[in-house]
């Protein structure tokens, strides 16, 4: 089972910028996708952008135009770039992982413990 580890949350302030990063324990080259999610103070676990095996990827319509994801198969290591952030971003940002082909986000499969990411003035 691969295990996935977060870093880079912080404070930033509105407008800001913050790029998270998700390493695995083990290649990604064959994971069928990875991904992340957030969790709003008060609020749910949310779909916030996905990658694919071929390099495609999906956003949540409230970060489209806003976030990028990109991942470095030579690193084990996937990225999520935040720019112009709003308050609303406010969260515990988790990394996903697809590894058996199950689809993203299912409860068994692999997460990270979360970094969190507070957009404050």
């Known amino acids: 089972q691969v295990q996935l580890v977060e870093s880079g949350g912080g404070l930033v302030q509105p407008g800001g910028s913050l790029s998270l990063s998700c390493v695995a324990s083990?290649?990604?080259?064959?994971?069928?996708?990875m991904g992340w999610y957030r969790q709003g103070p008060g609020k749910g676990r949310e779909f916030v952008a996905r990658i694919s095996k071929a390099g495609t990827s999906n956003f949540a319509d409230p970060v489209k135009g806003r976030f990028t994801i990109s991942r470095d198969i030579a690193k084990n290591t996937m990225y999520l770039q935040m720019n112009n952030l709003k308050i609303e971003d406010t969260g515990v940002y988790y990394c996903n992982a697809d590894p058996d082909g199950y689809g993203l986000g299912a409860e068994t499969s692999p997460w990270g413990e979360g970094t969190r990411v507070p957009v404050s003035s």
């Open positions: 083990r290649s990604i080259s064959s994971i069928y996708a």
